[in-house]
Each structure stands twice: as C-alpha cells, then as structure tokens.
T-cell receptor
Framework: TQLLEQSPQFLSIQEGENLTVYCNSS?????LQWYRQEPGEGPVLLVTVVTGGEVKKLKRLTFQFGDARKDSSLHITAAQPGDTGLYLCAGRTGGFKTIFGAGTRLFVKA | GAVVSQHPSRVICKSGTSVKIECRSLDFQATTMFWYRQFPKQSLMLMAT?????????EQGVEKDKFLINHASLTLSTLTVTSAHPEDSSFYIC????????????FGQGTRLTVV
C-alpha cells in the first residue's frame, strides 16, 4: 500500500514567518501534487511536480520534488493570514489513483 | 484545468432515506471519475473509481451496496448513499483527471451530507 506521510499536521504561526511542509513516502510516484482546501470546498490544485529534483515557485510558495520522486516539500515565505487553510499533498500512483497525505492545517495569525 | 461541478453542495436527509450526489465534468469527457470522502479535519479518502459504461471499482472497506455509483455518460457520475445513517454524514468530493497529460486531479466543490 502506497502511503504519503505529511508533516506537520497542524501549524500556527505569526504573519511574516516562514514555514515548510513535508510529504514523504517509501514509494516512487510518477507525480506529486499540492492542493489547498478551504472549509466546505473541494481542494484546489496549486502545483504538480513531475521530474525528480524539480523546483517550482508560485509567488511566495516554493515546491520541491525529491530526486528519487518519493518526497516533496512546500515552503511558504513571509506567510500571510490569507495563506490559512488545509494543504494537501497527493500522489498519482502507477495504478492511476490519486492518494492524499493527512494534510497540514495552517493558521497564520495577523 | 478541468471544470468539475458537483450537486448539491449541501443536503440534509433523514435516517433511512437515500441521497444522490451528482458529479459533472463540464468541459471534457471523463471516462473515469473518482469519489472521495472527507471527515472533519481529516484528509480525503478514496472511496471508489467510477468507470463509464462499467461497474465502479471500490476501495477496501467501502460497501458497494451502500454507496451506489453510476457512470452512465462521459460527463456524469452519480453517488447514491442508500439507507443513510448519521455515521454517513461527511463531505463527499468527486474528481477527474484533466484532459491533458492526465497528471493531476481536479475536484468538485464537494457535498456536505448531514443525516439526522
């Protein structure tokens, strides 16, 4: 069974601080996605990483895919209250399904 | 990205009744759709894979007779929660893979089911 371990599960920080969320697995994924979910809504795709070692930037968000394509990280620089939400990593398995990590609930205090 | 519409967004039903949730792919045809369930403050758990024109594939531990899935067309999949009980109360979300590269999943807005 392929599992994605995501950490931390909860993070409360002050506005302006930096943070990193990690997503790890013992399995290789063909791609990893990061989603953000607001309460009562479906997840919204932030980024997809496909190539080992790939780094993608989305404004203050930096996403990295591990060289072995087993892990990924999301780094947020100078967090803002608007970044508050549930961040989910997800992996596309070789068998066509998408599985999710446990999620990281981020709360940024003004 | 793909546009996925889910209906209804919220539903309250009485115990013992059945509820149907629709998932539509609005801008392309999807031979496969996925249904997830999410409990409060938890992540998404895959329930089943909906296959157009054939039976759905259910994940281990998901009762196929309880959660009926029908994928009658290339743009519509339905999930029917039969004989609903309060423990079925949850957030149900469908997804499809995008039309290009089939790399990432796009999600509907979800359906909040409350069984009273």
């Amino acid at each position: 069974t392929q599992l994605l371990e995501q950490s931390p599960q909860f993070l409360s920080i002050q506005e302006g601080e930096n943070l990193t969320v990690y997503c790890n697995s013992s399995s290789v994924f063909s791609s990893l996605q990061w989603y953000r979910q607001e309460p009562g809504e479906g997840p919204v795709l932030l980024v997809t990483v496909v190539t080992g070692g790939e780094v993608k930037k989305l404004k203050r968000l930096t996403f990295q895919f591990g060289d072995a394509r087993k892990d990924s990280s999301l780094h947020i620089t100078a967090a803002q209250p608007g970044d508050t939400g549930l961040y989910l990593c997800a992996g596309r398995t070789g068998g066509f399904k998408t599985i999710f990590g446990a999620g990281t609930r981020l709360f940024v205090k003004a | 990205g793909a546009v996925v519409s889910q209906h209804p967004s919220r539903v309250i039903c009485k115990s013992g009744t059945s509820v149907k949730i629709e998932c539509r792919s609005l801008d392309f045809q999807a031979t496969t759709m996925f249904w997830y369930r999410q409990f409060p403050k938890q992540s998404l758990m895959l329930m089943a894979t909906s296959n157009e024109g054939s039976k759905a594939t259910y994940e281990q531990g998901v009762e196929k007779d309880k959660f009926l899935i029908n994928h009658a067309s290339l743009t519509l999949s339905t999930l029917t929660v039969t004989s609903a009980h309060p423990e079925d109360s949850s957030f149900y979300i469908c997804s499809v893979y995008g039309p290009t590269g089939n790399t990432e999943a796009f999600f509907g807005q979800g359906t909040r089911l409350t069984v009273v």
